[in-house]
């Protein structure tokens, strides 16, 4: 009998979708679940989460230690937010210092992280649900690379600067780059060299 090697995945999460297999909460006939997206081999597990309203880069793996790695908090992590107006250098330098949010109940200030506003519109396929339109007002779009990953916090933290997020991608880990794929895509590796 020989030993079956690990496989890895790297999956644009469609908005809409959970991070996970199994769902076993009061909705759980009209979630949708990542394994409606691909054949995943058995034991397959999602490295971290996106919240089922985000999308973009998500690894999915059989080895647990892989998994263990990344949510060490040795791994970057960067997300575009799309916020409700015109963010502001200030609002940038608060981020980068670390905001006070909500976790678990407590207050938590978060570690400076590296934050900048993008200066295009980044290149993310269309979203099935419209965000909103231009009669609401301007939208701007951040980076944010974190090393941490509390609940919902890059949502958090745009919002404790005064710049609602409306719409959040995860474009990066490690080195690991969503690139051109498109939503609901999937790319099996062999290695995965985050």
């Not at 502001?88 to 590296?114: D, F, M």
Request: net charge positive; aromatic share 8%.
């Amino acid at each position: 009998m020989h030993e079956l090697e690990d496989k890895h995945y790297l999956l644009y999460k469609p908005y809409g979708y959970l991070s996970q297999f199994v769902n076993n909460g009061p909705k759980k006939n009209t979630k949708r679940l990542l394994g409606e997206l691909y054949d995943f081999a058995e034991g397959t597990m999602a490295v971290g989460r996106l919240d089922e309203d985000s999308e973009g880069l998500l690894l999915l793996t059989t080895d647990g230690k892989v998994s263990y790695e990344i949510c060490s908090g040795a791994i970057e992590k960067e997300y575009y937010a799309q916020v409700d107006g015109i963010v502001t250098l200030a609002a940038i330098e608060k981020l980068q210092q670390g905001v006070e949010i909500g976790n678990s109940g407590r207050k938590y200030k978060t570690k400076p992280c590296h934050a900048f506003r993008l200066t295009e519109d980044p290149n993310l396929p269309k979203r099935a649900k419209k965000i909103r339109d231009s009669r609401h007002g301007p939208t701007s779009w951040v980076s944010i690379t974190l090393t941490e990953g509390k609940f919902r916090q890059v949502k958090k933290m745009t919002a404790a600067v005064g710049f609602p997020t409306l719409r959040l991608a995860r474009v990066r880990i490690g080195n690991l780059k969503i690139e051109n794929m498109q939503a609901g895509e999937v790319i099996p590796s062999e290695t995965l060299m985050v």
